[in-house]
């Protein structure tokens, strides 16, 4: 089992930056296979960021181009970069392991 945790989200006023973080610990932990998905409210959840073995990263196709993930495998942590953020973006974002469970997940807020 892996257990990750989010941590750098909050407010920010559309076209700004923000940078999401997870840390994973556990005995099994893959970064490259670690991704990150969002619910925004009155939404199920849907994927932002996917990595794979091979190191290719997916996108959803309203965040390509602006948003980033990356990974540090020092530090067990992967990034989720987020610029020119819009208002749609606003919604909990939550870490993924294929062999992990949902966590809490980070609130992103964009607004005027």
């Known amino acids: 089992q892996v257990q990750v945790v989010e941590s750098g989200g909050g407010s920010v006023q559309p076209g700004g930056f923000l940078a999401l973080s997870c840390q994973a610990s556990?005995?099994?932990?893959?970064?490259?296979?670690m991704g990150w998905y969002r619910r925004a409210p009155g939404k199920e959840r849907e994927m932002v960021a996917q990595?794979?073995?091979?190191?290719?990263?997916r996108y959803s196709e309203s965040v390509k181009g602006r948003f980033t993930l990356a990974r540090d495998d020092a530090k067990n942590t992967v990034y989720l970069q987020m610029s020119a953020l819009k208002l749609e973006d606003t919604a909990v974002y939550y870490c993924y392991h294929p062999v992990g469970h949902w966590g809490q997940g980070t609130q992103v807020t964009v607004s005027l």
């Open positions: 990595g794979t073995i091979n190191n290719i990263t």
């Open positions: 556990g005995s099994r932990i893959n970064l490259y296979a």
